[in-house]
């Protein structure tokens, strides 16, 4: 209840003709009503059947706000596709992008057919690759002259440009990073490989494969990676040309970090392969000096995080009909 004001007795108030005290009422008291419509204070009132007024302007007009008509699913579907869309391209651009993987240089952790989610947003703090991770990059120096290359249609293309398929690019590849700038690299008969002296334990190499290649094409090698660069190999050995036969290019088989796409980490698809790419053990040895990656593993591809994108937006539309409705 609001505070209402009360006349306080007084020995001024007047008397009856009886000569009885009467209080003295003021009518212009805070909390007074004096409306001769008031029931309470006398007056008439509205009738019982009739509702009181909801004080709008004008006697006989209808003040109450008429509800906005929600608009048609069908008519926000396009607005809510056009977000999802630009939502995906942000998220390919900026923060993660699905690939296909066409050959089987890295067999097994990765099979024909796959497609993984690589991490961009990690390169724009200035991360670099580290030994280890499982990369994405451009082809640094004509090292897919000759492949075959895929022809993709115009709507294809459209799907990969904005992130809803894996890449169409066929200019890129995927590989194992084993050295990093600064790092020396060696292969001796068949193996183990060596990194700064350290001999690794690599499980995850093809079933039947050597880690290093018997061959006089770039398998036996001693290379020291230059600062800004990363050797990298195909974890099924004696089928992927990699970084060992590519020494007679311009890197001398290295690839330039500035090429590098992101970190590959999570196997998205198919479903019954679905996985994180963490970095192997091996590489946590005394004298290689790893440290582990400070990169935060993305698990949903660009689709989904459009849509959870969108969801927001439909929410906060719906809550604004619902607001139209109740004003």
Known sequence: MGDVAVGARSGH???DHRGRSVEAADPTADGAVTSENDPVAGGEGPPADQPPGSGGEGSGGDSTPKAKKPRSFWKELPILIFIALVLALLIKTFLVQAFSIP???MENTLKVGDRVLVDKLTPWFGSEPERGEVIVFHDPADWLAGENTADPNAFQTFLSWIGLMPSAE????IKRVIGVGGDTVSCKGTGPLMVNGKALNEPYVYPGNTPCSQDDQGGQFTVKVPKGSVWVMGDHRQNSRDSRYNQSDKNHGMVPVNQVVGRAIVKAWPLNRWGTLPVPDTFDQT?????SSASAA????PQGLALAGVVPVVLW???RTEDS???
């Open 13 to 15: 108030d007047g008397e």
């Open 103 to 105: 050959s089987a240089s």
């Open 170 to 173: 066929e200019k890129d590849l």
């Open 287 to 291: 004298g290689l000096g790893y440290q």
């Open 298 to 301: 993305l698990t949903v591809a």
């Open 317 to 319: 539309r719906r809550r």
């Open 325 to 327: 409705k109740v004003r």
